[in-house]
Nanobody
Framework: VHLVESGGGSVPAGGSLTLSCAAS????????MSWFRQAPGKEREGVAL???????EYAESVKGRFTVSLNSIKDTLTLEMSSLRPEDTAIYYC????????????????WGQGTQVTVSS
């Protein structure tokens, strides 16, 4: 599974951005796609995920501000981010698993290269 992210950039606090992740090559009928992020000097943390059976999961820090959606026809995961805060600044990574998993880095064997999101105060 090859993952390609797009949509990162720089916005002021309170702004919005949308990230997209496209999965190429075959995926199984049951799979999970997710977003993680890593800020300088911090561990990689889960942001949100979507599964092919319609489940979503969010980190507490982004609930109510971020919306994840998985298009299982196009194998594309979208993350709509609003009310962005400086602490959301990080490299955002798309990840995929060919099964139903939870928002934990070790459960995802496939990773994209990452896209930078910068939120200025």
């Amino acid at each position: 599974v090859h993952l390609v992210e797009s949509g990162g950039g720089s916005v002021p606090a309170g702004g919005s951005l949308t990230l997209s992740c496209a999965a190429s090559e075959a995926t199984d009928d049951k799979y999970t796609m997710s977003w993680f992020r890593q800020a300088p000097g911090k561990e990689r943390e889960g942001v949100a995920l979507g599964t092919s059976d319609g489940r979503t999961e969010y980190a507490e820090s982004v609930k109510g501000r971020f919306t994840v959606s998985l298009n299982s026809i196009k194998d594309t995961l979208t993350l709509e981010m609003s009310s962005l805060r400086p602490e959301d600044t990080a490299i955002y990574y798309c990840a995929a698993s060919t099964w139903y998993v939870i928002l934990r880095p070790d459960d995802f064997p496939y990773w994209g290269q990452g896209t930078q999101v910068t939120v200025s105060s």
